[in-house]
């Protein structure tokens, strides 16, 4: 495994344009991972599944090291703003949570980042992580694959995917029809 953590480095480096701490921390934890499974580098895992818990440079760097996406449902974004991880794989039914013991700390540590990138290099991922195996639950709807579910909001009209709808007297009707959308048609 030697040159393994340089070489997806700058995978998430170039995939996300830089290298900073959030980078770095994901690609830590995805290295991890895919050696905790039995997995392959530089290629596509489908039996893998990655939740990020924050929406920022995490979630690039495991993208880029996962070879995952939104889009495969193989990796996603539950945004409770935590350097967090969870690691399912599908065909084992074992999952990994791990969690950014650094960002969880109060104590500004000083380092560059090229002391960090150092620091990462070298140490354990169970010295810079806590670790927990944890039991991931999934509506078959959010699993890789084809949709389940395909309805048409009786509202404006649009196809709604993988049950992502709610029925009002019967008829469907999408999310932002029935909770209120982040857009306003002019």
């Keep these: 495994m030697d040159g393994i953590f340089e070489e997806q480095l700058e995978k998430a480096k170039v995939f996300h344009g830089e290298i900073c701490g959030g980078v770095l921390t994901g690609t830590k934890m995805a290295i991890y991972a895919i050696e905790e499974f039995n997995l392959n580098f530089n290629e596509k895992n489908p039996e893998l599944i990655s939740i990020v818990e924050i929406d920022r440079c995490v979630y690039d760097a495991v993208q880029a090291i996962t070879q995952g996406s939104t889009g495969t449902k193989s990796v996603k974004l539950i945004d409770y ?95 932002s029809c029935f909770k209120g959308s982040y857009y306003e048609i002019i």
């Design 81 to 175: 703003g935590k350097f967090a991880i969870t690691f399912y794989n599908k065909e084992t039914g074992k999952a990994i949570r791990l969690t950014d013991v650094d960002a969880s700390s109060s104590n500004d540590t000083g380092e560059t980042i090229d002391e960090r990138i150092e620091r990462y290099k070298n140490t354990p991922a169970q010295e810079l992580f806590k670790i927990e195996n944890v039991n991931v639950y999934f509506d078959e709807n959010n699993l890789p694959g084809m949709p389940t579910i395909k309805k048409r909001c009786s509202v404006c009209n649009e196809v709604v995917l993988d049950n992502k709808h709610s029925l009002i007297n019967g008829k469907p009707i999408c999310q």
